[in-house]
T-cell receptor, first 117, second 114 residues
Framework: SQKIEQNSEALNIQEGKTATLTCNYT??????LQWYRQDPGRGPVFLLL?????KEKRKERLKVTFDTTLKQSLFHITASQPADSATYLCALEEERNYGGSQGNLIFGKGTKLSVKP | DAGVIQSPRHEVTEMGQEVTLRCKPISGHDYLFWYRQTMMRGLELLIYFNNNVPIDDSGMPEDRFSAKMPNASFSTLKIQPSEPRDSAVYFC????????????FGSGTRLTVV
């Protein structure tokens, strides 16, 4: 069966450390993988997109890697801050035969990150 | 831009009643998505539209659910009749044809069916 698994439901780290979140998938062939942040009572907010032919993407303190052999994406937040505390969702999209148009974006259940001062 | 606007923010209704959720996407976005989020199942795609045309409704749970997009600035998700297991947060999202910018989600409608 198809699955997207995020390493743990919750991750607690100390301020200043690097947070590493894992997203593994089974029986998908994603062309794109995205990461979102969700705060309580709010909708997810887009952070980064990485394509299957890209190994790594960076944005400020964020870094995403994509390994299609391991079927895994890693999401890193360096120099973490209490304000980074939120739930982080990975989402993948398979290439669709609609002339390059967008297809279904399928989400993992998320990892709740808590950064302690 | 005010972002994706959903209404109402909260809805409590009795089992068997009709529920209508509303969404105004970001102007210029040509994709619109309806998702449902629960603790057990996470975020699930229900249906999505491209240029007001439904593309994939395979995630709609059953015939009690229907969605429309009469124009580029408005969409509805209707549940008739509602059941307690429909209780969830329903999100609307919109996006450009260029996925580089991801999806923009609304704040959601928390639906409780009693």
């Amino acid at each position: 069966s198809q699955k997207i698994e995020q390493n743990s439901e919750a991750l607690n780290i100390q301020e200043g450390k690097t947070a590493t979140l894992t997203c593994n998938y089974t029986n998908y062939s994603p062309a794109y993988l995205q990461w979102y942040r969700q705060d309580p009572g709010r909708g997810p907010v887009f952070l980064l997109l990485i394509r299957e032919n890209e190994k790594e993407k960076r944005k400020e303190r964020l870094k995403v890697t994509f390994d299609t052999t391991l079927k895994q994406s890693l999401f890193h937040i360096t120099a973490s801050q209490p304000a980074d505390s939120a739930t982080y969702l990975c989402a993948l999209e398979e290439e669709r035969n609609y002339g390059g148009s967008q297809g279904n974006l399928i989400f993992g259940k998320g990892t709740k990150l808590s950064v302690k001062p | 831009d005010a972002g994706v606007i959903q209404s109402p923010r909260h809805e409590v209704t009795e089992m068997g009643q009709e529920v209508t959720l509303r969404c105004k996407p970001i102007s210029g976005h040509d994709y619109l998505f309806w998702y449902r989020q629960t603790m057990m199942r996470g975020l699930e795609l229900l249906i999505y539209f491209n240029n007001n045309v439904p593309i994939d409704d395979s995630g709609m749970p059953e015939d009690r659910f229907s969605a429309k997009m009469p124009n580029a600035s408005f969409s509805t998700l209707k549940i008739q009749p509602s059941e307690p297991r429909d209780s969830a947060v329903y999100f609307c999202a919109s996006s450009l044809g260029d996925r580089t910018y991801g999806y923009t989600f609304g704040s959601g409608t928390r639906l409780t069916v009693v």
